[in-house]
């Protein structure tokens, strides 16, 4: 009986506990949207008086730094904007999205860069999925048309940027996010042409870019008349060698969002292994909130990249719904705490501050002392698409 009356106490206190944290949860997610509503609607309303801009980042002084629609970057307040209209419907917000999309219209026909999958997916990609418009996605089939002109099949993989710094070839491991737009450019159109690519760039990365422990080097260059690897470099980490932390997350994500769209689980096993490397890294910070680097000189004084936590965030929440479930509750908790953490005064700006961005502390490329511990729409995008992402896992539970 004594027996029993206390397995009783002890499943109603774990019911409680377990009540209280997903109550802090969509406490916390609720808050966090609420605060990146108001933060980028003010920011929508700046934006409304520089037509063909984009916001980027803030100077030193704290004024806002904006690009033009070819900058990489050009798609995430657009698609921050969707995923804010998503949440709350809110007319407004639309028209803010609609406005600052169709800025970035012409880089349909951009051959020039690999970011189409950053700067089109995330505007006119989230545009499509929301609204339906079909304008939108004769855009994004353009655009994909323009993408896959950068694939050689000597090499297998989409070139990323042009021939430069004595690279012949080079693709980064950033190239992988592009994959997402490609797979949908195949769902639309049945052209195996684009899942062809897709599969081939993430085999022949996942051949080359990583190392035995999967970690990842940011940049391969390949020779263009043999296909060979000519050399393994970096660009943003800190040393050639180095995990620089945004590169691993972006080889989460992709090969989490490969796993999805293919069913293939070398992906999944891929995915996995990443994730664990990074979970269980010796530099990774109790907080979970990674320095810019894995292997950067000076841990623990040297700056975090919220940038790579949300992306890693975001990837984690939808790589747990496929891995095993020791595994999932693991990814879960990770996400949990870098969203609470990124939640908290130590990265989420106060209200009406940080340029009307909403994260702060993110690195853009610390070698080139560029964008260093500052507010960037990427770390913003994948903040708000992780909320998204938990919201939904929350809701589903
Ligand atoms: N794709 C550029 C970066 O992650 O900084």
């Excluded at 293919?262 to 910070?285: E, K, S, W």
Aim: glycine share 6%; with cysteine.
């Amino acid at each position: 009986m004594r027996n029993l009356i206390l397995a009783v106490l002890c499943s109603v206190t774990f019911f409680c506990l377990s009540c209280k944290r997903q109550d802090s949860m969509d406490r916390i997610i609720r808050e966090s949207l609420e605060f990146s509503l108001e933060q980028y609607s003010a920011m929508a309303g700046v934006m409304a008086d520089k037509p063909d801009l984009l916001p980027r980042t803030i100077d030193k002084d704290g004024n806002l730094v904006t690009a033009g629609s070819g900058w990489w970057t050009s798609g995430f307040f657009p698609g921050s904007l969707w995923y804010l209209y998503e949440y709350s419907n809110d007319p407004k917000i639309r028209e803010y999205a609609k406005m600052v999309t169709s800025r970035i219209e012409k880089e349909k026909f951009n051959r020039g860069t690999h970011d189409l999958g950053f700067m089109l997916y995330c505007s006119y990609g989230n545009g499509y999925r929301i609204t339906g418009d079909e304008n939108y996605r004769d855009v994004l089939l353009t655009g994909a048309k323009s993408l896959i002109t950068r694939f050689r099949p000597n090499i297998g993989c989409i070139q990323s940027w042009n021939s430069r710094q004595g690279w012949q070839f080079p693709v980064i491991i950033d190239n992988m996010m592009n994959l997402e737009f490609l797979m949908w450019a195949f769902s639309q159109t049945g052209d195996s042409t684009y899942y062809n690519i897709c599969v081939s760039h993430s085999d022949v990365t996942m051949k080359n870019h990583f190392r035995p422990d999967y970690s990842t080097w940011h940049v391969v260059s390949y020779d263009t008349i043999t296909g060979a690897v000519e050399v393994k470099q970096t660009h943003q980490g800190a040393s050639d060698e180095s995990a620089w932390a945004r590169g691993q997350s972006w080889g989460l994500y992709g090969y989490t969002v490969m796993y999805r769209e293919t069913g293939l689980t070398r992906y999944l096993d891929q995915a996995v292994h990443i994730a664990d490397f990074l979970i269980n890294h010796p530099n990774m910070p109790d907080d979970m909130i990674p320095y810019w680097d894995y292997n950067a000189p000076g841990i623990p004084d040297t700056n975090r990249d919220a940038s790579a936590a949300a992306i890693m965030a975001s990837a984690l929440i939808e790589l747990a719904g496929y891995a095993d479930s020791e595994k999932s509750q693991r990814y879960l908790e990770v996400a949990e705490k870098q969203i609470r953490m990124l939640s908290s005064p130590a990265y989420r700006a106060e209200r009406g501050s940080n340029g009307n961005f909403i994260l702060m502390h993110s690195v853009g490329s610390l070698p080139a002392k560029s964008e260093v511990d500052v507010p960037l729409t990427y770390a913003d995008y994948y903040f708000i698409e992780a909320l998204m992402r938990y919201r939904q896992y929350l809701e589903m539970r």
